[in-house]
């Protein structure tokens, strides 16, 4: 869901550059037509990222906190990636 501020420039500029960049680096959307390789090497990325703190970035939590990782969701989300 897009946030109501979506639709002010130059915010939603921003925002839907934001977006564009997250989905062409790993999209959901499309997630069965990566192969088994890029699959495990999008999920040992996405928790390397979690795990060194880089995701979510700061900027998007700044506006979102309820987006802050505890240590203890980070070490599921490890978790849950790692198993895959």
């Not at 925002?15 to 499309?30: H, M, Q, T």
């Amino acid at each position: 869901q897009w946030p109501w501020y979506s639709g002010i420039a130059p915010v939603s500029w921003l925002l839907a550059r934001d977006v564009r960049e997250g989905r062409a680096e790993l999209n959901f959307s499309i997630w069965n037509q990566y192969s088994a390789q890029q699959q495990a090497k999008k999920l040992k990325e996405s928790w390397e990222q979690v795990a060194e703190g880089v995701m979510p970035p700061w900027i998007y939590v700044s506006v979102h906190r309820v987006a802050r990782l505890s240590a203890e969701d980070r070490a599921l989300l490890t978790q849950w990636a790692q198993q895959r």
